[in-house]
């Protein structure tokens, strides 16, 4: 199967900490990886394409200096959030895609649930 | 005018009927058409997808694509309680873009 993998699932922290949510493709490798955030009863929305090797890609009103994104190999990619304020408290979302059936099928992460106090 | 519209819903269903969510979407040139499964508090997961015009089955899943109406829609026979979910639509675009609908919620009531 392609099985994606996140961690932490959850985390609570205190405003202004930062935090590291690791994404891993555990069975196949990922040249592109997404990040989503979903705030409850709302839809995803995509904040940013990981590109092994390259810079990432920001959808339009997502910080790149808050949300920091590194595609450090085929397998992982990791999000931080800097300074972390109640306001980011959500469900965070990673995708990737693999080669069977296609490249463009995606496959998520079973999610990281940020809660920041 | 949004990439991928679905109806909010709720829609509702009795156990054992069949479910009929829709999805249209507006870049004719997409190729590539899923439906994801979202259980409350959990990440999305692939049902389906489809690429060429017709129906393809999948057990109690059948998901039908018309390119010229761009219109893809998920039927999902003998509802039971299990598959009350929000359902997702996605679309690749002509120009290579994820996106996804917001969402339609099903309960399917026992």
């Known amino acids: 199967g392609a099985v994606v993998s996140q961690h932490p699932s959850w985390v609570i922290c205190k405003s202004g900490t930062s935090v590291k949510i690791e994404c891993r493709s555990l069975?196949?490798?990922?040249?592109?990886m997404f990040w989503y955030r979903q705030f409850p009863k709302q839809s995803l929305m995509l904040m940013a394409t990981?590109?092994?090797?390259?810079?990432?890609?920001?959808e339009q009103g997502v910080e790149k200096d808050k949300f920091l994104i590194n595609h450090a190999s085929l397998t992982l990619s990791t999000l931080t959030v800097t300074s972390a304020h109640p306001e980011d408290s959500s469900f965070y979302i990673c995708?990737?895609?693999?080669?069977?059936?296609?490249?463009?099928?995606?496959?998520f992460g079973p999610g990281t649930r940020l809660t920041v106090l | 005018q949004k990439e991928v519209e679905q109806n909010s819903g709720p829609l509702s269903v009795p156990e054992g009927a069949i479910a009929s969510l829709n999805c249209t979407y507006s870049?004719?040139?997409?190729?590539?058409f899923f439906w994801y499964r979202q259980y409350s508090g959990k990440s999305p997961e692939l049902i389906m997808f489809?690429?060429?015009?017709g129906d393809k089955e999948d057990g109690r899943f059948t998901a039908q694509l018309n390119k010229a109406s761009q219109y893809v829609s998920l039927l999902i026979r003998d509802s039971q309680p299990s598959d009350s979910a929000t359902y997702l639509c996605?679309?690749?675009?002509?120009?290579?873009?994820?996106?996804f609908g917001t969402g339609t919620s099903l309960t399917v009531i026992p």
């Open positions: 995708s990737a895609g693999r080669d069977s059936p296609r490249t463009d099928t995606q496959y």
């Open positions: 069975d196949f490798q990922a040249t592109t």
């Open positions: 990981s590109n092994e090797g390259s810079k990432a890609t920001y």
């Open positions: 870049d004719r040139g997409s190729q590539s």
């Open positions: 489809i690429y060429s015009n």
């Open positions: 996605a679309v690749i675009s002509a120009g290579n873009q994820f996106y």
